[in-house]
């Protein structure tokens, strides 16, 4: 139920390779050809559903939508509706710690260790830290904590979140780390032993903390974890909706990672906020930090972020790209966007599959369209 590491890199690559263009203060003029582009798209790929959004920093500029909630139902997807955004969570759980950091009460260079001081730590993991994990180089490798045995175990657990996040970073501590400390490993496990630590520091749930520092500072009132409930988009899975009361996502303890659910303007706000849009919410050094990859062999990854250039996404030309792609394999979303201009492209669905065809070719028809109006 994780979005392949094949998927996951190839979001970072073969970026939109547009002329350069204004940032902001032209979605109306936009609107015929991303609405033009959105069109094409889900003809194309078919999924149940397919939203898509251009972000300034100020939110969302424009959004459009095609297709019904679920297969077979009558009714129509809206702008309004939630989407779940998968591993596109990450990004924000890295943005709740730099929060943390801005604060005093946490540092990027914290070793593993210091954040989990009731937990017998392998000493392989000493020079290791909390930043190691938001950039994937720690050496924590999913397929050897993450199995089916893991996931199922996980759905049944009742015990409260923060004890569950807690078990599971003790036992993935108190073993070395399993593979190259330094070499980028993509993994859900990484961030929830990140979520584990955010929850040592503050003596709170993630999700409350997610809320506190995140949700309610940005104004996403919509934000909330795990499958949309009520009249929302059902996930789909090889063409049939699944009921968001049954197995419609991943164990919750793995929300830190990849269970944040919102509408398309809330999501925008976000994405406003990582491009400089949202002035004192964290600091410009925090948020530079995010943005920034880890030094050392491709593929360049930020805290939750994949980085790019394209001749588009500077000012006067090329500039750095944010990329990511989420997916619990029942949704799709995607992100693209240029902080340096305050612009960028979002596109969800939900459908794992479909929706992954549709929202990877849309984003990258939006960029050009944006270039060509």
Same mark, same amino acid.
């Given at each position: 139920?994780?979005?392949?590491?094949? +998927?996951?890199?190839? #979001?970072? @690559?073969?970026?939109?390779?547009? #002329?350069?263009?204004?940032?902001? !203060?032209?979605?109306?003029?936009?609107?015929p050809?991303?609405?033009? @582009?959105?069109?094409?798209?889900?003809?194309?790929?078919?999924?149940?559903?397919?939203?898509?959004?251009?972000?300034?920093?100020?939110?969302l $500029?424009?959004?459009?939508?095609?297709?019904?909630?679920?297969?077979?139902?009558?009714a129509?997807?809206?702008?309004?509706?939630?989407?779940?955004?998968?591993?596109?969570?990450?990004?924000?759980?890295?943005?709740v710690?730099?929060?943390?950091?801005?604060?005093?009460?946490?540092?990027?260079?914290m070793?593993?260790?210091?954040?989990?001081?009731?937990?017998?730590?392998?000493? !392989?993991?000493?020079?290791?830290?909390?930043?190691?994990?938001?950039?994937?180089?720690?050496?924590?490798?999913?397929?050897?904590?993450?199995?089916?045995?893991?996931?199922?175990? @996980?759905?049944?657990?009742?015990?409260?979140?923060?004890?569950?996040?807690a078990?599971?970073? *003790?036992?993935?501590?108190?073993?070395?780390?399993?593979?190259?400390?330094?070499?980028f +490993? /993509?993994?859900?496990?990484? /961030?929830?032993?990140?979520?584990?630590?955010?929850?040592?520091?503050?003596?709170?749930?993630?999700?409350?903390?997610? %809320?506190?520092?995140? /949700?309610t500072?940005?104004g996403?009132?919509?934000?909330?974890?795990?499958?949309?409930?009520?009249?929302?988009?059902? $996930?789909h899975? =090889?063409?049939t909706g699944?009921?968001?009361?049954?197995?419609?996502?991943?164990?919750?303890?793995?929300g830190? !990672?990849?269970?944040?659910?919102?509408?398309?303007?809330?999501?925008?706000?976000?994405?406003? !906020?990582?491009?400089?849009?949202?002035?004192?919410?964290l600091?410009? %050094? =925090?948020?530079?930090?995010?943005?920034?990859?880890? +030094? $050392?062999?491709?593929?360049? /990854?930020?805290?939750?972020?994949?980085?790019?250039?394209?001749?588009? *996404?500077?000012?006067g030309?090329? $500039?750095?790209?944010?990329?990511?792609?989420? #997916?619990?394999?029942?949704?799709? +979303?995607?992100?693209?966007?240029?902080?340096?201009?305050?612009?960028?492209?979002?596109?969800? #669905?939900n459908?794992?599959? %479909?929706?992954?065809? *549709?929202?990877?070719?849309?984003?990258?028809?939006?960029?050009?369209?944006?270039? %060509?109006?």
């Open positions: 139920m994780f979005a392949t590491r094949r +998927a996951l890199l190839g #979001s970072f @690559a073969a970026l939109p390779l547009v #002329s350069a263009l204004p940032a902001m !203060a032209r979605t109306r003029q936009d609107e050809a991303a609405e033009a @582009a959105l069109d094409a798209v889900f003809a194309e790929a078919a999924p149940p559903a397919l939203a898509a959004g251009i972000v300034t920093r100020e939110g $500029g424009w959004a459009g939508v095609r297709g019904v909630r679920r297969v077979g139902g009558e129509l997807a809206t702008t309004e509706d939630l989407w779940h955004l998968g591993s596109n969570t990450k990004a924000m759980t890295a943005a710690f730099a929060r943390l950091v801005d604060q005093g009460r946490a540092r990027w260079a070793p593993v260790a210091e954040a989990f001081p009731a937990v017998t730590v392998d000493p !392989a993991w000493a020079a290791i830290t909390l930043d190691d994990l938001m950039h994937h180089r720690a050496g924590l490798l999913d397929a050897a904590l993450l199995d089916r045995a893991w996931l199922m175990a @996980a759905h049944a657990d009742q015990r409260p979140l923060p004890e569950q996040r078990e599971f970073a *003790a036992r993935a501590l108190r073993a070395p780390p399993a593979g190259p400390v330094g070499q +490993a /993509y993994g859900n496990g990484n /961030y929830i032993v990140l979520g584990a630590a955010i929850e040592t520091i503050t003596g709170q749930a993630w999700e409350t903390v997610m %809320a506190a520092e995140l /949700y500072p940005l996403l009132t919509t934000a909330g974890f795990g499958p949309p409930q009520g009249p929302a988009p059902w $996930g899975r =090889s063409g699944v009921d968001p009361a049954g197995f419609a996502d991943n164990p919750r303890a793995l830190p !990672a990849g269970t944040a659910h919102m509408n398309m303007a809330d999501y925008a706000r976000f994405i406003g !906020a990582m491009m400089g849009g949202a002035p004192g919410w600091s410009e %050094a =925090s948020r530079g930090h995010l943005l920034t990859p880890a +030094a $050392g062999a491709p593929p360049a /990854y930020a805290a939750g972020w994949g980085v790019g250039t394209a001749p588009w *996404a500077g000012v030309g090329p $500039g750095p790209t944010i990329t990511h792609n989420g #997916s619990n394999t029942m949704w799709f +979303a995607t992100v693209l966007a240029a902080p340096e201009r305050g612009l960028g492209f979002i596109a969800l #669905s459908d794992g599959v %479909a929706g992954q065809r *549709a929202c990877t070719t849309l984003v990258r028809r939006l960029a050009e369209a944006r270039a %060509a109006a």
